[in-house]
């Protein structure tokens, strides 16, 4: 049964009507620097509706595009749009329609959550009333509706990634930018701010773009994703369709000339990811990837022992590695 | 249940223009100010000067014997040279925190990522203190006027000097846009609303000593201009039609005064952004 909001004036919106139809965002040469430094080169990508997953480690641009896409940051080169609206011409109309989630934490001093984060509700363009009535089911929704008359600057650091989530979506946004929303969290608040932005994209129709460097975030979460890496885009598409749909990761350890070994695998159009416990990931790609023989015939070819294979499925952190690697 | 179950609604109601968050800011930072306590009180102070004029008023209206404490068009402009100082208090304790604070808790980029214009941000601050420094300058001068023709029962006194309208309206706006964009820089440079409180009274002090220094060694009041305190005074006494007090060309008192409002407005302009690049 579809689920149907109400709201003061008697207007309704079913929770899974769609939001905005074509690609959330889009960049085209897209150029961003710092004095010397270029933190976005060329950078040209599309965001498909629905939770797409910035991945990449510190430092390769996540959030300066992000901020970009706010209109924080005007980019040398290059042009954004966003829900459908160019960043350069109409960044206020965008901004009433996105929620923010910033990375490092954020409030308004001197405010309790209920109060800071209707507020946040009004300078988005709601009525005082709705802000007030939305700010106190986003505190539930969240998880701080006991704590919501406290001052955010008595908060954990926990309590205070859920209350940036609140102001984020207070007044309902078609599009979120989440940046690194699980930092500082404990595994308890990690697992249940995940469950949360699952929710929000997968439930409640809410279109994001989750900005951060854990593979195992992105993966909850999202469906889509973007790889960058020293501020250029490594690969993007649909996460199941980057891990592959044939083939299959094997974990193998050997005894020999490792270094060799290796590099005979590359030479077979395998992807080999080395690790620092001398297990090494082989992505075998096709149909023959259900079978590790192949593994074994090269070991026997190149005069090497096999100690160790498990057969796994390919990660996100493969696709990752993948891209980053290829670059 | 899993918090998630709780529910997340549509929002389908309306939405405010864009344009119009400024008031928003403006209004939760007039409320919070008048909620507290010491602010009230300093408030009360403030129209204490008011509250003796007013009696001044009604004493000279009323009793023949003492008319030689009728109002005076230099009264209105003495009056306000008073408020200088609860002026100078206000803008401290209203002002320091206005940006120092948002700097301090990582506001600015919550604010800006809003519908709303760095200017508009600016905008809304300033209202805050303007409103604030308003109600203790042009007010309880509109008042007095409208006091003495209450008390004397008659608009003679207001239409023999109706130059004291206009003249108290540009001199309290100069006084509150000289203390209320300058007290907004420097709390834009900072995120310690302390400092930026010692900064402003710093500014003050400092520049006033150096003219009260320049004058003693050389005889002559003509540093004025190096004061914005002097420079302000100065542009009063031309307003309200006094011969001026200093030896400095009033133009370059009101170049002074314009100078350092406009040198604030670049300086907020440059500060109020939603990321901080260092580069």
């Known amino acids: 049964m579809t689920q149907m909001t109400q709201t003061g004036e008697g207007q309704s919106h079913p929770l899974d009507a769609p939001r905005f139809a074509g690609p959330v965002v889009q960049c085209q040469n897209l150029s961003v620097r710092f004095g010397k430094n270029m933190a976005l080169k060329d950078v040209t990508a599309v965001f498909p509706p629905g939770a797409v997953g910035l991945l990449g480690p510190n430092g390769a641009g996540k959030s300066t595009l992000l901020k970009s896409l706010l209109g924080f940051i ?33 409030h308004i001093p001197g405010m309790n959550a209920v109060s800071f984060v209707a507020y946040c509700g009004q300078l988005s363009g709601l009525p005082s009333t709705d802000a007030m009535q939305r700010a106190h089911e986003v505190l539930y929704y969240v998880g701080l509706g006991e704590a919501r008359y406290r001052n955010i600057e008595t908060y954990s650091t926990g309590m205070k990634q859920r209350i940036k989530l609140a102001q984020a979506i207070v007044h309902d946004p078609d599009l979120l930018f989440l940046d690194e929303p699980t930092n500082g969290m404990d595994p308890k608040g990690r697992d249940e701010m995940l469950e ?8 409640k129709n809410v279109n994001l773009i989750l900005s951060s460097h854990l593979l195992p975030d992105v993966e909850f979460t999202c469906d889509h994703v973007v790889v960058m890496d020293k501020g250029t885009v490594a690969t993007y598409g649909p996460i199941d369709a980057l891990k ?13 000339d490792e270094t060799q070994f290796i590099s005979v695998l590359r030479g077979e159009g395998f992807d080999v990811k080395d690790s620092d416990e001398d297990v090494m990931r082989v992505f075998v790609p096709g149909a023959t990837g259900d079978n590790p023989k192949v593994l074994f015939e090269l070991a026997a070819r190149e005069r090497v022992q096999v100690r160790h294979v498990r057969p796994s499925v390919p990660t996100l952190e493969d696709v990752f590695a993948r891209a980053v690697g290829e670059k | 249940m899993p918090i998630h179950d709780q529910g997340y609604r549509r929002y389908g109601g309306s939405r405010a223009s864009i344009g119009r968050a400024w008031q928003v800011m403006t209004r939760a930072g007039v409320l919070s100010v008048i909620s507290k306590r010491q602010f009230l009180g300093l408030m009360l102070f403030a129209w204490a000067p008011f509250v003796v004029r007013a009696v001044q008023i009604y004493v000279s209206a009323t009793f023949q014997q003492a008319s030689f404490l009728a109002p005076k068009g230099e009264t209105f402009r003495e009056f306000l040279d008073q408020q200088g100082a609860f002026v100078f208090f206000v803008t401290i304790y209203v002002g320091a925190g206005l940006i120092a604070n948002d700097r301090r808790a990582n506001a600015l980029q919550l604010y800006l990522s809003k519908p709303m214009t760095s200017a508009e941000y600016i905008a809304g601050k300033l209202a805050i ?4 420094l308003v109600s203790v300058t042009f007010l309880p001068a509109m008042m007095l006027l409208l006091t003495q023709a209450i008390f004397a029962g008659s608009l003679t006194f207001v239409s023999n000097n109706l130059y004291l309208l206009p003249a ?21 440079l900072s995120k310690s609303s302390r400092f930026v409180a010692v900064m402003y009274a710093g500014l003050f002090f400092f520049t006033t000593a150096l003219f009260n220094a320049l004058r003693g060694i050389t005889g002559r009041s003509s540093f004025a201009w190096l004061s914005p305190s002097a420079s302000l005074e100065q542009l009063g006494d031309v307003i309200f039609r006094l011969p001026p007090r200093y030896q400095v060309p009033p133009s370059v008192a009101g170049l002074t005064v314009l100078l350092l409002i406009g ?3 670049y300086i907020l302009s440059r500060r109020v952004r939603g990321v901080e690049i260092v580069t």
């Open chain 1, 244 to 256: 592959g749909t044939t083939g299959r990761v094997y974990e193998l350890r050997i005894k020999g």
């Open chain 1, 196 to 203: 949360l932005i699952h929710d929000l994209a997968h439930n």
């Open chain 2, 168 to 188: 108290i309206t540009l001199f309290s706006l100069a006084q509150v846009l000289l203390a209320s964009t300058t007290m907004l820089a420097l709390s834009s």
């Open chain 2, 263 to 265: 040198a604030s407005i």
């Open chain 1, 74 to 106: 005007v980019p040398e080169k290059g042009s954004m749009t966003v829900i459908g609206m160019d960043v350069a011409s109409a960044p206020l109309e965008i901004r009433e329609r996105i929620g923010y989630m910033p990375e490092s934490d954020s």
């Open chain 2, 129 to 132: 203190l303007f409103l604030f």
